[in-house]
């Protein structure tokens, strides 16, 4: 960032400690509706259209570092066999041999230099191209060159690779959008995976995630964890297009800077900016990564559904290269025995929660401006399902509109005209 975005950030950190009300441009949020969190026709839609046209995280390349190395991954269900091509490239493919369907491997990761199907011996190279066929002479009018695996969408960002299953879908870099370009000081591109684990909860997906996407829990849940790092009413909200946003608060006045995520003989990130060094930096990418990123790690939560009232956590954590120390762990115990306390924290109560939203008394969900990016989510999902897809009832009304949308920032005319004022 540069010096005068900081300077805006600051004084948006004093703006958000000294309102007495939501800033006097920002709209009023309807209640979401309850039916999003335990109606079987939402999750459908779900299904349908936010797991099958949005950009997921799907895997680090240090999972597969040469050619020919390849995984399973399945979180969106369905099956995807993701491949190191080589010369930095990986692709993507549906885990289906085009001969009967069965799946093209079965080791949740290995290294080949074809794939090939065990079932009838149908090989295939890395880039999803069809190869051999057993007794090609019984197969009359087979046209090889149609029968390559089916491929899906993959593009990476620095290390990550993402995946999406609508071919009309943006490039990764347009659905980021502004993310990643702040993204480049964090060197994705350097950083290695360090940890990746996976939690069973029993809650809907977005009620875990969304507990991870605001900061007016933290009084309540985090009094002794993350209260003392982070000033959470000088916390200051942007949102993205494509439902992104960005959460940034400084730490308390008086106490030290941010610690958090810092390690033993940990190398640091050298090219994190001020805000980054000094503040809770955190990202929320639709439509299910949430994450704070500093100069010791860049730790991503990826919340998967696995019913209509479970969900999936996903624990990373990347880092620069930590030599012969233990590798970083930003979220767990004991490598992956248990979650750390901060989201046992977050995530102990979810189960309470779903028996509650599944009650009769459970109407809708009252949203308030520190919440807000929660409610931005809910409209980008809505558009991207299609908002005439959806039953009226479930649906949430559009209300923060594009004024609101980064780099636009009502709050920045209103300081300026209360300035005005004061001097006068």
Same mark, same amino acid.
Request: net charge negative; hydrophobic share 30%.
């Given at each position: 960032m540069d010096p005068q975005e900081i300077n805006r950030i600051r004084e948006l950190m004093e703006f958000e400690a000294s309102?007495? *009300?939501?800033?006097?441009?920002?709209?009023?949020?309807?209640?979401?509706?309850?039916?999003?969190?335990?109606?079987?026709?939402?999750f459908e839609l779900e299904k349908e259209h936010i797991w099958r046209k949005s950009w997921m995280l799907a895997a680090h390349i240090d999972e597969i570092p040469?050619?020919?190395?390849?995984?399973?991954?399945?979180?969106?269900?369905?099956?995807?066999?993701?491949?190191n091509a080589g010369d930095g490239r990986v692709n993507a493919f549906y885990n289906t041999c085009r001969h009967r369907g069965a799946p093209v491997v079965t080791d949740q990761c290995g290294k080949r230099s074809m794939l090939t199907c065990?079932? +009838?011996?149908?090989?295939?190279? +890395?880039?999803?191209?069809l190869l051999s066929i057993r007794d090609p002479e019984d197969f009359k009018g087979l046209r090889m060159e149609e029968r390559g695996l089916i491929g899906i969408?993959?593009?990476?960002?620095?290390?990550?690779?993402?995946?999406?299953?609508?071919?009309?879908?943006?490039?990764l870099l347009e659905w980021l959008g502004p993310v990643a370009k702040e993204w480049e000081e964090f060197q994705f591109d350097k950083c290695r995976l360090a940890a990746r684990h996976i939690f069973d909860?029993?809650?809907?997906?977005?009620?875990?995630?969304? *507990?991870?996407?605001?900061?007016? +829990?933290?009084?309540?849940?985090?009094?002794s964890t993350v209260l003392p790092i982070l000033d959470d009413r000088r916390n200051v909200n942007v949102f993205y297009p494509q439902g992104h946003g960005r959460m940034i608060a400084p730490a308390p006045r008086g106490s030290e800077s941010k610690r958090v995520f810092r390690f033993p003989g940990a190398a640091e990130i050298p090219t994190v900016g001020e805000i980054g060094r000094t503040c809770t930096q955190s990202y929320g990418v639709f439509p299910n990564w949430v994450s704070p990123l500093s100069h010791f790690a860049l730790?991503?939560?990826?919340?998967?559904?696995?019913?209509?009232?479970?969900?999936r956590l996903e624990t990373w954590t990347m880092a620069p290269?930590?030599?012969?120390?233990?590798?970083?762990?930003?979220?767990?115990?004991?490598?992956?025995?248990?979650?750390?306390?901060?989201?046992?924290?977050?995530?102990?109560?979810?189960n309470w929660i779903q028996k509650s939203v599944e009650s009769y008394?459970?109407?809708?969900?009252?949203i308030s401006y520190q919440e807000a990016r929660i409610y931005h989510w809910h409209q980008t999902a809505d558009r991207l399902i299609g908002i005439e897809n959806i039953p009226e009832e479930l649906r949430v009304k559009q209300v923060i509109g594009a004024e609101w949308m980064y780099p636009n920032d009502p709050r920045l005319e209103q300081m300026e005209r209360e300035k005005g004022v004061s001097a006068g």
């Open positions: 309102r007495t *009300a939501p800033p006097e441009s920002f709209p009023e949020l309807p209640d979401l509706p309850a039916g999003r969190y335990t109606d079987p026709r939402f040469e050619k020919g190395s390849f995984m399973l991954w399945e979180r969106a269900g369905q099956p995807v066999v993701i491949v065990r079932y +009838h011996g149908w090989s295939y190279n +890395h880039d999803g191209k969408r993959c593009e990476r960002y620095g290390n990550l690779i993402f995946v999406n299953f609508d071919d009309n879908a943006p490039t909860l029993d809650c809907n997906w977005k009620i875990a995630m969304e *507990a991870n996407t605001e900061v007016y +829990h933290v009084r309540s849940i985090h009094p730790p991503p939560l990826i919340f998967w559904p696995n019913g209509i009232n479970k969900c290269d930590w030599g012969d120390n233990p590798a970083p762990d930003s979220w767990t115990v004991n490598n992956g025995e248990s979650l750390n306390q901060v989201l046992l924290e977050d995530t102990e109560f979810g008394g459970f109407k809708g969900v009252p």
